[in-house]
């Protein structure tokens, strides 16, 4: 994808207005079929930031799009949900003869101003996935994530009244949680790709503490264990914690502890010297974390072992 200059789009109007569309039946919240889409004939890829939610689900669409630090190309029934301030590449594939299929909800944070969804939309952390950790639908969960869309839209098509807004927010509180729920069976059902994932954190802990890097580069943390497996901090967390029970973080410390028992009874090494070498600046830090974790402290652990 060439580098662009990113668009910014400060309202869903502006959407519209922008991609070929008639003005929004609603200012603040939108369905838009990606059919309707006008993409100009000099347009081979460009560079969007949304001031606003954006909720995706795509079928036989004719370009590719980018999120986070991966391309993909979309297959049937894929579904992904960015929050406002974020990046979407979109590059058009232009001898694709296929008709696009899908769409797109947008809504602006205004809408949600002033109800509960304001609040608890931050806690859905699938909004900060990468493109790549995009939901696969089945046929069934697709047809159950557009019946919710649709009531979305004929709420917001009929006559607005002072129910309108309280009826749609509980749709689109209904739409977040299927979401969520078929994000946790994806982590479950795609087996062989996840647990390849948690095969490769295995592996890049064991290597980071095995081979001193703690000692040059201080204590492993999600974010560099995330972008080393290529995968975005929230997801991953959300992954390891079906699989294992354990987010991100438990899992480095459970690997760090492992390799503190390892070497506080294998060998004549102080507790400092220790700490220093799993990446801790102070003695105390790796003192109080390793307590916490087994319930003795270095030098007890030492002593019962012995």
Known sequence: MKNTKPVRIRT???????????????????????AAIKLGSQEASLHLILDFY???????????????????????????????????????????????EGWMLLIHPDFLWNTSLAKTIKQYEYFDY???????LSAKEE???????HNIEQEYLSNIDKFSQSIIISQIETLLNYAERFYQ????????????????????????????????????????VSEKLNVSPNYLSGLLKALTGQTTQQL??????????EKLS?????????????????????????????NFSPLEFRDSFN
Request: charged residues 20%.
């Open 12 to 34: 869903i109007s502006e959407f519209h207005r922008l991609r070929g569309l008639p003005p929004p039946q609603h200012p603040l919240i939108s369905v838009v079929d990606f």
């Open 54 to 100: 954006a909720v995706f689900i795509k079928r036989d669409l004719s370009c590719k799009l980018k999120y986070g630090q991966q391309q993909c190309d979309f297959d049937k029934g894929i579904m992904f949900l960015m929050a406002p301030n974020q990046l979407l590449g979109v590059e058009v594939c232009p001898n694709v003869a296929s008709k696009p």
């Open 130 to 136: 990468s493109v790549n950790e995009a939901l696969f």
């Open 143 to 149: 047809t159950t994530i557009v019946n919710v869309v």
């Open 185 to 224: 069976r994806q982590f479950i059902t795609r087996k062989i790709s996840n647990h390849q994932i948690l095969d490769r954190l295995e592996d890049l802990l064991s290597d980071y503490f095995n081979n001193d890097k703690s000692i040059k580069n201080g204590l492993p943390t999600v974010q560099f």
């Open 252 to 261: 480095i410390h459970e690997k760090l502890i492992e390799k503190a028992k």
């Open 266 to 294: 294998t060998t004549n090494l102080s507790v400092g010297e220790i700490a220093y070498e799993l990446g801790f600046n102070h003695p105390q830090s790796f003192n109080k974390l390793f307590k916490s974790k087994t």
